[in-house]
């Protein structure tokens, strides 16, 4: 949650899924192009690790895609910037391990 507070008051809007877990990532853009897999939008993902991710482009299961995120939304709950309020050592807590995220 460290980072949410900074997001949604950029205007981000974040939902997290309540009714349990899903690890895939999806991404949908502009109706044409999907991604469905594992890579996680991180340095360690994207160059260190071996993700399994499948690129869709202008294919009838992107729109398949967008429609299970939009279904999935339903059952999500928004996250508000009074989520996000912790005391002062957390905070600091919070901002002390930041440091070192680039690391792990």
């Known amino acids: ?3 949410y507070r900074e997001l949604i008051k950029s205007g ?3 939902y997290e899924y309540t009714n ?3 690890h895939s ?3 949908v ?3 044409r192009t999907a ?3 594992t890579t996680n939008l991180d340095f360690r993902s994207l160059y260190l690790h071996y993700e399994c991710g499948a690129l869709l482009y202008e294919a009838k299961a992107v729109m398949e895609v967008k429609e299970d995120f939009l279904q999935t ?3 999500c709950q928004q996250v508000t910037e009074k989520d996000c309020k912790t005391n002062i050592v957390v905070h600091l807590l ?3 391990l930041r440091l070192f995220a680039p690391l792990m």
Do not use: A, C, R
């Open 20 to 22: 349990g877990f899903i």
């Open 73 to 75: 939304l339903e059952i």
């Open 94 to 96: 919070q901002d002390i």
């Open 25 to 27: 990532k999806t991404f």
């Open 35 to 37: 991604t469905v897999g």
């Open 12 to 14: 981000v809007k974040i």
């Open 1 to 3: 949650m460290q980072y």
């Open 29 to 31: 853009s502009d109706d």
